[in-house]
């Protein structure tokens, strides 16, 4: 099947609700970015049957979790996959292995360093769930007879570094490749690109960003090598960290991506069948607020104003909106054009100094 014809059968299914489509489709390779707020909990369905958890939230999100799992009938997993050791990916796990039964614990290897970490290998041990660190080479026999499931990181010297060190994992399925990130950064990438595995070879490619969209990660080069047809950034609303990063945002919508958060859409869910056709739900890529709009903004006439942040030519409300958006974009790039009440800072005051321009 050509590239042309696969984009013809992409359907976009626009705001549906997550509870609408709880159950697995047999003989599809589904995925569900779970929203668990700043962290990641990703439910992958093979097409055999068999079930695999790539990460849990924070503890407080492990009931969001087992819920989820219920509502798709999962009682089994066969692997559960703990990416790095941080809070916001493995806190929610013990909630998750006291509601379904696990084959085997997958994680990266580093030292246990703290009690979150120690607390869950006395659960897991409690339970017979043996343990196994993965490493760069290896692959995961979720539905080998189907699916190919990769490790590409972390590498046989581990860096130290639990970002860095998370366990990447890529899935192919007939003509479409998931790449599973966690928060590997750009060190972690320029590893995985030096080992020279060929990144892109399918007719369509879903990536889930690294680090939550933060601009430790989705480095130009990895980018340019993986070519994303769609990317999926785990995040929270309003959190303090300002992911996803504007110019990882801009960097992967200029390479052609569509980009969604479960910020903006909450659950993303991923259908796709062996033969080609991919379905996916969720609500509008970004920039949510204001559809085709550039991103990052730009002053094209140099006069120091902005007030047509949109580009449609008029000034109004929403210009407002997708200026507050690119809050954290403008004060690294371009805040002398928009620091309007001359504090070197932009922040709300320069929302509102905006609103008065219109």
């Known amino acids: 099947m050509n590239r042309s014809l696969l984009l013809l059968l992409l359907v976009l299914l626009v ?3 997550a509870a609408a489509h709880s159950a697995y489709e047999p003989d599809t390779l589904t995925l569900r970015f779970l929203d668990v707020g700043q962290g990641d909990a990703i439910l992958v369905h093979a097409a055999n049957g068999q079930a695999m958890l790539v990460d ?5 999100a492990g009931p969001n979790v087992t819920s989820r799992l219920a509502e798709n009938g999962v009682g089994h997993l066969a692997y559960l996959v703990g990416t790095h050791d941080h809070a916001d990916h493995i806190g929610g796990m013990a909630s998750v292995i006291e509601s379904v039964t696990v084959d085997e614990y997958l994680e990266n290897g580093d030292p246990a360093a703290s009690e979150t970490v120690a607390a869950l ?50 899935l192919v399925w007939g003509e479409t490749s998931f790449f599973l990130m966690g ?40 980018v340019a090598a993986v070519r994303p047809n769609v ?3 785990e995040c929270g609303r309003f959190n303090p960290y300002d992911h996803p990063s504007q110019v ?15 910020a903006a859409s909450g659950e993303v869910r991923i259908i796709s069948y ?6 996916y739900s969720q609500g509008g890529q970004l920039p949510v607020t204001v559809e085709d709009a550039p991103l990052p903004p730009t002053d094209p006439d140099f006069d120091g104003l902005y007030e047509d942040v949109n580009g449609n030519r008029r000034e109004d409300f929403a210009d407002v909106v997708l200026f507050f958006n690119q809050m954290t974009w403008i004060n690294e790039n371009e805040r002398w054009w928009f620091d309007f009440n001359n504090n070197r800072r932009i922040d709300f005051a320069d929302v509102v100094g905006l609103f008065t321009l219109l």
């Open 15 to 17: 705001a549906v609700p």
């Open 56 to 60: 849990a939230g924070e503890a407080s």
């Open 121 to 170: 290998h006395r659960e897991l041990a409690l339970r017979g769930i043996p343990a196994r660190n993965l490493t760069a080479g290896e692959s995961i026999p979720l539905d080998p007879a189907n699916i190919t499931v990769t490790v590409l990181n972390p590498q046989p010297v581990r860096s130290g570094d639990e970002n860095e060190d998370s366990i990447v994992l890529r």
């Open 183 to 222: 928060d590997a950064g750009t060190e972690a990438e320029s590893r995985i690109l030096a080992s020279g595995i060929p990144l892109n070879h399918t007719y369509f490619t879903f990536l889930k960003v690294g680090h939550h969209g933060s601009d430790t990660a989705t480095g130009a080069p990895f």
């Open 231 to 233: 990317s999926v950034i």
């Open 248 to 262: 990882v945002v801009k960097r992967l919508q200029d390479a052609g991506a569509d980009v969604f958060t479960t």
């Open 274 to 279: 062996q033969y080609g056709y991919v379905e």
